[in-house]
């Protein structure tokens, strides 16, 4: 089985412009989380979506969004990028409803670098 | 606020030394408890969890953890280090019911002298 994917790997944003990075679950998973890892923060939750609905959110600016789609892929959006979002952004798939024992299965994650 | 500590940002052991990753933890409520490695430029892969079957917990590559509830600690050891073993090592918990958000430590980087 494929584990989660991420695209695209690296990306170079200038400030002030808006990004879209996408995550594409393990077949059959559909809870998809999103996390920022920064060296000065470490790991960060960002949100939490099942079944196309956001059912958690971290301590983030509006700035940050995202989406699930009906194949439970999802996407986030980083609107007015700022320096201090540039990080590394991991996606994890779990397989099941609302177990918080479930094990998170995470991408490789996208590279985002602010100039 | 529930939360993870790992205390020592960098271990360094000897190649066929014990390892020992320290981790404990804050919660109200009996919490879920993992552990994560990273390698260089890679994500984050599972090595072992906790979720109250058992106190001693073995993982892949050889590692376990034992959770000690009275000492609130999750600490990670393997016997032997290997070259190979040389990462980055978060201690992670869960505690949410109906959500699959994690609360990681600050992540330990772990250096294996041949």
């Known amino acids: 089985k494929a584990g989660v994917t991420q695209t695209p790997r690296y990306l170079i944003k200038t400030r002030g412009q808006q990004v879209t990075l996408s995550c594409s679950p393990i077949?059959?998973?559909?809870?998809v989380s999103w996390y920022q890892q920064t060296p000065g923060q470490g790991l960060q939750f960002l949100f939490e979506?099942?079944?196309?609905?956001?059912?958690n959110k971290g301590n983030f600016p509006g700035r940050f969004s995202g989406r699930q789609f009906s194949n439970s892929r999802s996407e986030m959006n980083v609107s007015t990028l700022e320096l201090g979002d540039s990080a590394l952004y991991l996606c994890?798939?779990?397989?099941?409803?609302?177990?918080?024992?479930?094990?998170?299965?995470f991408g490789p994650g996208t590279r985002l670098t602010v100039l | 606020a529930q939360s993870v500590t790992q205390l020592g940002s960098h271990v360094s052991v000897s190649e066929g030394a014990l390892v020992l990753l320290r981790c404990n933890y804050s919660?109200?409520?009996?919490?879920?408890l993992f552990w994560y490695v990273q390698y260089p430029n890679q994500g984050l892969q599972l090595l072992l969890k906790?979720?109250?079957?058992?106190?001693l917990v073995k993982g892949i590559n050889g590692f376990e953890a034992e959770f000690k509830k009275s000492e609130t600690s999750f600490h990670l050891t393997k016997p032997s280090a290997h070259m190979s073993d040389a990462a980055e090592y978060f201690c992670?918990?869960?505690?949410?019911?109906?959500?699959?958000?994690?609360?990681f430590g600050q992540g330990t980087r772990l250096t294996i002298n041949p």
């Open positions: 994890a798939s779990s397989p099941q409803a609302g177990g918080y024992t479930d094990t998170q299965y």
């Open positions: 077949s059959g998973h559909r809870s």
């Open positions: 979506y099942f079944s196309e609905t956001q059912r």
């Open positions: 919660s109200s409520v009996p919490p879920y």
């Open positions: 906790y979720t109250s079957a058992a106190t």
């Open positions: 992670a918990v869960s505690w949410v019911q109906g959500a699959q958000k994690l609360v």
